[in-house]
Antibody
Framework: EVQLVESGGGLVKPGGSLRLSCAAS????????MNWVRQAPGRGLEWVSS????????YYADSVKGRFTISRDNANNSLSLQMNSLRAEDTAVYYC???????????WGQGTLVTVSS | QTVVTQEPSFSVSPGGTVTLTCGLR?????????PSWYQQTPGQAPRTLIY???IRSSGVPDRFSGSILGNKAALTITGAQADDESDYYC??????????FGGGTKLTVL
């Protein structure tokens, strides 16, 4: 069964930075696009970013464009999200999700909590 | 402002049928938006139910079905069970790599 395990969450001050990671296993990582989806406390799901299998295509939600950078290391089966200039409204559980054609998420990690607060 | 719209809440009786919808603030939903549906219970990761409008994900019971109804995507649950009580989210593919979630529907089974 596909496994996705997020890490790197924690408490950070507004304006600070944090790097999330997602370790993938039990599938051919490079063959799939990968995504970050977040959920603020008590709120709905929000798509954050996607990256194609070869990193040739990356996409971001307007809410994070210019502040967050998605990347992947296919040799090590890992996905990352570098988050800079963090704001209180970035506080959320961040999920790593595998992308499948056409344009949906088929497997999800358990999430990692990011809290932005002074 | 929410581009993708869902009913905030819905209730269904055990054994009953309920249809949740997913629309656009402007325009009609078509299969070209590749609507997908996800179920989430509190504290858990989402679970994929339906993709590409009406294809059930692996392991999803056939009482969950997807369709286009009028100008919206729809998720129908037939023979609702107590453990169907969850939040349900749709996602639309908006083109240029952009996906947008609806605000979610909280389904109560009572």
């Amino acid at each position: 069964e596909v496994q996705l395990v997020e890490s790197g969450g924690g408490l950070v001050k507004p304006g600070g930075s944090l790097r999330l990671s997602c370790a993938a296993s039990r599938f051919t990582f490079s063959s799939y696009s990968m995504n970050w989806v977040r959920q603020a406390p008590g709120r709905g799901l929000e798509w954050v970013s996607s990256i194609s299998g070869t990193s040739g295509f990356v996409y971001y939600a307007d809410s994070v464009k210019g502040r967050f950078t998605i990347s992947r290391d296919n040799a090590n089966n890992s996905l990352s999200l570098q988050m800079n200039s963090l704001r209180a409204e970035d506080t959320a559980v961040y999920y790593c999700a595998r992308g499948e054609d056409p344009y949906f998420f088929d497997y999800w990690g358990q999430g990692t909590l990011v809290t932005v607060s002074s | 402002q929410t581009v993708v719209t869902q009913e905030p809440s819905f209730s269904v009786s055990p054994g009953g049928t309920v249809t949740l919808t997913c629309g656009l603030r402007s325009g009609s939903v078509s299969t070209s938006y590749y609507p997908s549906w996800y179920q989430q219970t509190p504290g858990q990761a989402p679970r994929t139910l339906i993709y590409s409008t009406n294809i059930r994900s692996s392991g999803v019971p056939d009482r969950f079905s997807g369709s286009i109804l009028g100008n919206k995507a729809a998720l129908t649950i037939t023979g609702a069970q107590a453990d169907d009580e969850s939040d349900y989210y749709c996602v639309m593919y908006m083109g240029s790599g952009i996906r947008v979630f609806g605000g979610g529907t909280k389904l109560t089974v009572l």
